[in-house]
Structure formats: structure tokens, C-alpha cells
């Protein structure tokens, strides 16, 4: 197993709010860690198993989100442990986790009440409980990685690419509206797209600017990261 104290450029301390002691602690059980983040994985794939049915072939990739996010840090956890890190994969799982993270128990606080009547108590508050988690392990992955730009580029390019075929380009097929896709390729909201749940704005909008709004957070944590591990590079 890699050294859990190899990172010798620490990057800029807010972007770190993890206390060094826990990431200390969750690197030392890593293959634990590992383990609880590919039965997360399973347990994505079977929570997404309707939308699965009713999706194109073509756009699947972009459905699984989470459990996607979650085999990522899986598989960048594994590689680092084996000895052999890889650069891209880490920053993948940087940019999933932190941007599904958040995502999900935003929309799920937002439509609560029809969080909690769809799915119960239990799941609704495991939910957030469990992504909210995901950001958590996100934040210890600067001790893995170095955050290199062509890294952050790839992960920003396929975030990037995903946020567009879920809310702004129908890929496959058009909605009504010759906008909205057909079939959403975005995780199924508790409530119907079109619902106005603020002023004017629709439960898609909603959920739309919540993931631009983590998708630049995690574009601009991922580069301070960088800035900070290059200042802090010995001889400078």
C-alpha cells in the first residue's frame, strides 16, 4: 500500500477541510473503504434499474451517476492501494463525488415532502446521509492525487458533457417543447419536471441550477487544490 503521508505538496488548507487525522484514518482501512463504496455501486445500479429500462442504449452511460461516482473512487482508492494511482481516475472520482454529493441531498431537501411520501423517512434521510459521505471521501482524495491540469481537464470535459445531455441539448430525441429531452437521462426527480416550485422556475430548472452550481464548485476546488500543491512545491 501507498504511504498515507506520501503527499508532501499540501494544498491550500480551506480546500482541505477534512481533518488530517480522519483522512489519516480512512487511508489506513482503505480496502474497508473500498468495499463500502462498491456496495454502494450495486446498490446505485438496482436504485436506477427503471430509469435503466426506459433509456436508450445510446445515453445509459449518462444515467448512473452516483453508483458511478462511487465505482470511481472504488477503483482510484484500489489503484493507490495496489501502488500503482492513477492520476485521472482520482480526479474523476473528485469531480462525481463532490458534484453528487451535493447535487442529490440538494434536490432531495428542496422536494422533501415528496421525497419522504415516494420513498419514506428512512431512505429519504439514508440518502442524503450516505451522499453527503461521498463528498466527505471526495475531500481526502488530494492525498492520492496531484490534481494536474490535464486530469482536471478530462474530469471537467466529461462533467461537462454529462450536465449538457441531462439539462441543455436533447442528444436523443425532444420533449414537446422541441427542448427538454424525451426521456431525461438525469437521476428521475421526486416530483414531475414541469411542477413551479419557486416563483416561476420548474422542479427542472431547480434541479438544473443545482448542477451547474457543483459542477463549477468542484471545477474550482479541483484547480485550488492544484495552485496549492504548486505553491507549496519545495524550491519555490
Known sequence: MASTGSDSNAPLRWTTPVPRAIETIGLRFVWAVVAVNLAGT??????????????????????????????????ALALWALGRPSEYVAVLAFFGNLILGLWTPFVLVVFSDASV?????????????????MVLQALVLHRIAAFRLRAIAVATAWYTLNLTV???????GAGESGFLPATPHHTLLPVTRESV????????????????????????????????????????
Open 117 to 133: 411520501a415516494q420513498s419514506g423517512l428512512a431512505m429519504h434521510t439514508f440518502m442524503i446521509v450516505s451522499h453527503l459521505g
Open 166 to 172: 441531462d439539462y441543455f441539448y436533447p442528444v436523443v
Open 42 to 75: 450495486a446498490f446505485g445500479f438496482w436504485f436506477y434499474r427503471h430509469q435503466f429500462a426506459e433509456t436508450p442504449t445510446v445515453m445509459l452511460p449518462f444515467v448512473p451517476d452516483s453508483p458511478g461516482a462511487t465505482l470511481l473512487i472504488a477503483l
Open 197 to 236: 416550485v419557486a416563483g416561476t422556475a420548474t422542479a427542472f430548472q431547480i434541479a438544473a441550477l443545482g448542477a451547474v452550481l457543483t459542477t463549477v464548485l468542484a471545477v474550482f476546488l479541483a484547480t485550488s487544490i492544484r495552485i496549492g500543491k504548486l505553491r507549496d512545491r519545495p524550491g519555490r
